[in-house]
């Protein structure tokens, strides 16, 4: 502590960076707020197949939540349920095999909720990212890549 002794203190913060003035701190999960609150994350992996009638989606979503990366998992259960219209908006109107391929590590906006039996957390809803402000986006993609570059794909 004595190496500060001769450090003067500031009295007005003016001269913080914006990116540090601006800080955000990822959400923590409330169960309770379900359907209310946003979280940032990643698209890692999108699997389609064939359901009964019509084809179905599983995207996994590495969601930034109170400082740490969770994985969580969104059913579009068929092209003709409401949520395939989550998954067809973010390929732009054309979801197939190229543009499932362009998602994959694509930064996303979802809503959780936990099922009512046991503690199950699924993505209610996933859209495009937007955010409140640039440092906002440049902190998201930071984590995004932090994300990427040491868990997602190890170095060999």
Not at 113 to 134: H, M, P, Q, R, W
Request: aromatic share 12%; hydrophobic share 30%; glycine share 6%.
């Amino acid at each position: 502590m004595d190496r500060f002794n001769d450090v003067k203190r500031s009295e007005e913060i003016v001269d913080i960076p914006d990116i540090i003035g601006d800080y955000w701190i990822c959400n923590v999960f409330d169960p309770n707020q379900k359907y209310r609150d946003y979280y940032y994350g990643i698209i890692t992996d999108i699997k389609e197949k064939m359901g009964a009638e019509e084809k179905e989606h599983i995207v996994t979503v590495m969601v930034l939540i109170d400082g740490e990366q969770k994985k969580y998992k969104f059913y579009t259960n068929g092209e003709s349920n409401y949520k395939y219209l989550d998954l067809n908006d973010l390929c732009n109107g054309y979801v197939n095999e190229e543009s499932i391929k362009e998602l994959k590590y694509t930064g996303v906006k979802v809503k959780l909720y936990k099922t009512k039996k046991g503690d199950n957390v699924y993505i209610n809803e996933l859209i495009a990212e937007d955010f409140e402000s640039d440092n906002q986006k440049i902190q998201i993609d930071m984590l995004g890549e932090y994300w990427l570059e040491n868990i997602a794909l190890p170095k060999k």
